[in-house]
């Protein structure tokens, strides 16, 4: 695993406040690199992989762009957050599904763990938690924009989750609601 280029006392840090989770929307099975990544989007006319960190299928933690640069992973919301891909998000038929290996989970805990001991006030959340909330009440599955990262980081990382994390999705609201 490659850890984090700097130390926190090295250089001056970009504020971060977020740490998204996504998936690379490619088959199951079919492993990519973050130098792959990179050339597709180049070829979309990016500056750079709009990641910063991909998880391989096998668990390997690939560095993409550097932390210290802003991401281009989620519109509206790159500039204080840390973009992490894993590998996969789809079935054979193309369709949304939750891909992750066993090594993919435990790397990307680990991952996030790095990253809160950087950022400790930085919450978790799901590409799709930063789709519109047409009604209000926290974002659910008829208004996901896509369904990435195909599995519910909000609920699954709540145990890393800032005192001070405010779920964006409508079933961690209730969650968080109900403990009270």
């Known amino acids: 695993m490659q850890l984090p280029k700097y130390q926190p006392n090295d250089i001056e840090m970009r504020k971060v406040n977020k740490i998204i989770i996504h998936c ?5 099975g079919n492993n990519v690199s ?13 500056s750079d992989i709009g990641y910063h960190y991909i998880i ?7 560095s993409g762009r550097s932390v210290q640069i802003q991401g281009a992973h989620t519109r509206s919301f790159n500039e204080d957050s840390i973009g992490i891909a894993y590998v996969g998000g789809l079935d054979a ?11 993919q989970k435990e790397s990307l805990v680990e991952i996030i ?13 799901g590409h799709r938690d930063f789709s519109k ?7 659910e599955r008829h208004e996901w924009m896509k369904a990435c990262p195909c599995f519910d980081a909000e609920n699954e990382y709540l145990d890393l989750q800032p005192k ?15 403990k009270k």
């Open 164 to 178: 001070t994390f405010k779920a964006r999705s409508k079933k961690v609201k209730d969650k968080l609601k109900d």
């Open 34 to 46: 973050a130098g792959t990544i990179r050339q597709w989007h180049l070829r979309r006319g990016w």
């Open 24 to 28: 690379t929307a490619t088959v199951e």
């Open 93 to 103: 038929n193309r369709k949304p599904k939750d891909t992750r290996t066993e090594q």
């Open 133 to 139: 909330d047409q009604d209000g009440d926290g974002v």
């Open 56 to 62: 391989g299928i096998d668990g390997e933690i690939q």
């Open 113 to 125: 763990k790095i990253l809160k001991n950087i950022y400790p006030k930085a919450s978790i959340h």
